[in-house]
């Protein structure tokens, strides 16, 4: 109920702010105007002050709006009679008039126009107010809702009659966790949502027309990973968001181009089929395809750069080349941009703990996710729900890019969760104008974690470390060991430029050091002049104090290596060592704290062929959730403990419950089975029915 109180009065002070935006523009106009026109007056015979000559030029452009607005409707109605033709010439003339009548209203009698330069006034001012408020109108999401009702009752006028069987739309929420989401809900911030869960409505609680259920991912907590698990079937070997292959001597990295290609096509390969959307699908700002013949902002294809469909199918050029879109998104752009600026100012001068560096071009990285990813995605979304499409998959990544450096539980951050339940809002109104019903199902493809940088609390990186437990030399000043948020990746796919940083190139530059790499809160060290994964005993031979030095740190929760003797064993701190075999939710070990199927996901982990030498998790306050990032984030995911690992499922009553009472859904592998059963319900796209495969040993 609060939230939708809260919806209406934001609608209330929108609609204000606009009003007195207009007025502003047609006072600035009007003082230009008596400037440049030497038959019309502000200022008495005798002169005034400048504060007068505002104030009066305010008066008239107040009153002539009002009458504009009040009086026009009436003659309108009063001339319809009127010949066309007639009727256009006296538009001008009676604009002119109810200017006279509004400076004739100015209780100090200042101001004075002749009748034939009123009607020039009157024309410019009608034009200047239309434009702005054209121009502000743009970004309110009915006026633009309106308008594709519009271009869908165009359309569906030239088109055949849909299908009767519903579509689905997957919206995914990225990086939204299940605790964010239902404290978002109980807070307000997202009415749309909380309806749907039969949380509040304008006239109270209502029966909810969705559930809500969580689930876990995999060790590899992030979008690169579960993603490919959703759309694709398929986490087999994704051990990290980054990581380094000995066999091909490269370093992957889930959100460049070339990588995502690979791990989608690694993934076709083993599941044996196509994807979630092989059938009259759409992905929309994916990493991956899914499988879908349309495709738009999907960086596995970006590498296409001379090819035909990714050049059609890109997705902004059809976005921006509607003027009102470009004006639109281009305000919000701008908006966004000084918002970030704005808010980083505020939590500089407060000195707000924990904080990681929000310049350089990060305000234009964050506008582009908050604001334009988001503009294009839905568009692009709510054609697809016009044209009538089976099934589409859409991602949304601005909570995520702020949750990194704002924290997960910020007060930017929960802005940005009122503006995504509005584009679910906008996305449910298009449905209804839809030439077929849909299902509305949307999720996250992780959670994240809050806590200060590990570089933070102690003054080292993760990398700094290594050297020193490996006897090499540290710098004396720690380097920052830079995000890799799906943000970034996308602005420099949109500009084509390589998604590459300095300190992930493709080869490593000494084979003789180790290549040290994170993951949010999971680090990968590796030693490339080794071919294979190295075991404990060889790197205690190597490196006698490495392992020693990592386990007992206290930023550290736990290594995974292998051990000739038990296959994997799990080290933690003051000398524990436990095989990877031997663990479980009982008996956790050095994992005790990580939350339940902490040890399956370990082992698991264990098994892909390029797991790194040494699997590094960070400490984890299981008391406030709070976990120590290798990267500079201050909202983290990519490993294990805290909320990272939990993200959530909101799906139609009207489909059938995702697993059984009592059991959990667990891994994204077994969400692309749940989303492929709901599809199956529907007579959607007929992705392959038959049993699904055993996981496959490495």
């Known amino acids: 109920m609060r939230g939708v109180l809260k919806g209406r009065w934001r609608r209330i002070v929108s609609q204000v702010g606009r009003s007195v935006t207009v007025w502003a523009v047609s006072t600035v106009t009007m003082l230009v105007l008596a400037g440049i026109l030497p038959d019309f007056q502000l200022q008495s015979a005798d002169g005034d002050s400048a504060t007068t000559i505002a104030v009066t030029a305010a008066f008239a452009a107040g009153a002539f709006g009002v009458l504009s607005a009040v009086v026009w409707p ?271 100012t505020r939590a500089r001068l407060q000195k707000v703990r924990p904080r990681v560096s929000r310049g350089g071009l990060y305000p234009f990285v964050r506008a582009f996710a908050t604001v334009v990813e988001r503009d294009v995605v839905v568009a692009a979304v709510m054609g697809d729900l016009l044209a009538g499409r089976t099934a589409v998959y859409a991602d949304l990544v601005a909570y995520d890019e702020v949750a990194h450096h704002s924290g997960p539980m910020s007060r930017d951050a929960e802005k940005v969760l009122e503006r995504l339940d509005r584009a679910l809002a906008l996305i449910e109104k298009v449905a209804e104008h839809a030439p077929r019903p849909y299902r509305i199902v949307v999720l996250s493809d992780h959670g994240q974690s809050p806590g200060e940088t590990f570089r933070a609390r102690y003054g080292l990186t993760l990398g700094d470390l290594v050297r020193a437990g490996c006897g090499l030399p540290v710098p004396r000043r720690a380097r920052r060991t830079r995000s890799g948020a799906e943000a970034r990746a996308a602005v420099r796919a949109a500009l084509h430029r390589p998604v590459e940083e300095e300190h992930e190139q493709r080869r490593p530059a000494r084979r003789s050091e180790p290549i040290v790499l994170a993951s949010g809160n999971l680090g990968l060290i590796s030693f490339p002049d080794v071919h294979h994964r190295m075991s404990k005993e060889q790197i ?43 663990l479980d939710d009982e008996h956790p070990g050095p994992l005790a704290g990580f939350g339940p199927g902490a040890a399956e996901a370990v082992r698991r982990t264990h098994s892909f062929p390029h797991a790194a030498d040494i699997m590094v998790n960070s400490f984890h306050d299981p008391a406030d959730g709070e976990v120590l990032a290798f990267e500079e984030q201050i909202g983290s995911h990519g490993g294990l403990g805290g909320a990272q690992a939990k993200p959530f499922l909101v799906s139609p009553l009207a489909c059938s419950a995702p697993v059984d009472e009592g059991e959990d859904l667990v891994g994204a592998e077994q969400v692309h089975r749940v989303l492929r059963r709901w599809l199956r319900e529907t007579a959607g796209p007929q992705v392959p029915i038959e049993a699904e495969p055993e996981e496959r040993a490495a």
């Not at 633009?144 to 069987?165: I, M, Q, S």
């Not at 907590?221 to 959703?230: E, R």
């Not at 003027?323 to 752009?333: E, G, H, I």
Request: aromatic share 6%.
């Open 74 to 344: 009436l003659l309108v109605r009063l001339l319809l009679l009127v010949p066309a033709l007639v009727l256009g010439l006296l538009v001008f003339f009676l604009n002119g008039a109810l200017l006279l009548v509004a400076l004739r209203l100015n209780p100090a009698e200042r101001g004075a126009v002749d009748p034939e330069t009123a009607v020039v006034v009157a024309a410019v001012m009608s034009a200047v107010a239309s434009a702005t408020g054209a121009a502000l109108a743009v970004r309110d999401d009915d006026a633009y809702r309106r308008r594709l009702y519009r271009l869908a009752d165009r359309r569906r006028r030239a088109l055949p009659p849909g299908p009767v069987t519903p579509g689905t739309v997957f919206v995914q929420l990225d990086g939204v966790g299940h605790d964010v989401l239902t404290g978002a809900v109980g807070k307000g911030l997202m009415p749309t949502v909380s309806r749907w869960l039969g949380h509040g409505s304008a006239d109270g609680p209502g029966n909810p027309t969705h559930r809500l259920t969580p689930w876990r991912t995999d060790w590899s907590s992030q979008t690169g990973a579960s993603q490919l698990g959703i759309l694709h079937g398929s986490t087999f070997d994704i051990p990290a968001f980054r990581w380094y292959e000995k066999d091909t001597q490269e370093v992957m990295v889930s959100n460049r181009p070339t990588s995502a290609a690979e791990l989608q096509r690694r993934a076709v390969e083993r599941t044996g089929d196509g994807g979630l959307l092989t059938v009259d699908g759409a992905s929309r700002g994916n990493l991956f395809s899914g499988g879908a013949d349309e495709q738009a902002l999907v960086l596995s294809i970006a590498t296409r750069r001379r090819s035909r469909e990714n050049r059609s199918r890109a997705g902004y050029f059809a976005y921006f080349s509607d003027p009102a879109n470009a004006v639109r998104t281009a305000l919000s752009f701008v908006a966004e941009a000084g918002r970030e600026i704005g808010q980083s």
């Open 540 to 582: 205690d031979a190597r490196h006698p104090a490495l392992l020693p030095t990592l386990a007992n740190h206290p930023g550290i929760g736990f290594l995974l290596v292998r051990s000739e003797e038990h296959g994997g064993v799990v080290l933690g701190a003051n000398g524990a060592e436990v095989p990877v075999d031997q």
